[in-house]
C-alpha cells in the first residue's frame, strides 16, 4: 500500500523559510520521480516542484530562486525548502508520486 505523508507546514512571516517533507512507502522510492504541488483557497490545485529519480530538478516560474526540492532515498523522503516566503505561497501543499498518489497534504500559511 502506498503511502505518502508531508509535514512541516505551519504559520511563517513574510520573509521567513520553513522545510516541508514527505515520507513515502509501498514503492520502491529510488525508481520514482516525486512531486510538490499547492492549492490555495479558491484555485486550482498547481505544480510547485519536481524531482525526477535521478535527482534532476525543475520548478515552477513562481518559486524559481526561492524553493529547492531535494530527496534521500535511504531515507524514502522528498523535501521542499521554501524562503523568502511570500503571502501568495498560502496553500495546502501536497506530496505526489505521479500520478494517482497524494499525501493529505500540510498547510503553509504567510502573514503579510
Known amino acids: 500500500q502506498v503511502q505518502l505523508v508531508e509535514s512541516g507546514g505551519g504559520l511563517v512571516q513574510a520573509g521567513g523559510s520553513l522545510r516541508l517533507s514527505c515520507v513515502v512507502s509501498g514503492i520502491t522510492f529510488r525508481f520514482r520521480a516525486m512531486n510538490w504541488y499547492r492549492q490555495a483557497p479558491g484555485k486550482q490545485r498547481e505544480l510547485v516542484a519536481v524531482?525526477?529519480?535521478?535527482?534532476?530538478?525543475s520548478y515552477a516560474d513562481f518559486v524559481k530562486g526561492r524553493f529547492t526540492i531535494s530527496r534521500d532515498n535511504a531515507k524514502n523522503t522528498v523535501w521542499l525548502h521554501m524562503n523568502s516566503l511570500k503571502p501568495e505561497d498560502t496553500a495546502v501543499y501536497y506530496c505526489?508520486?505521479?500520478?494517482?498518489?497524494w499525501g493529505k497534504g500540510t498547510l503553509v500559511t504567510v502573514s503579510s
Open positions: 524531482i525526477t529519480s535521478g535527482g534532476e530538478t
Open positions: 505526489n508520486l505521479p500520478t494517482n498518489y
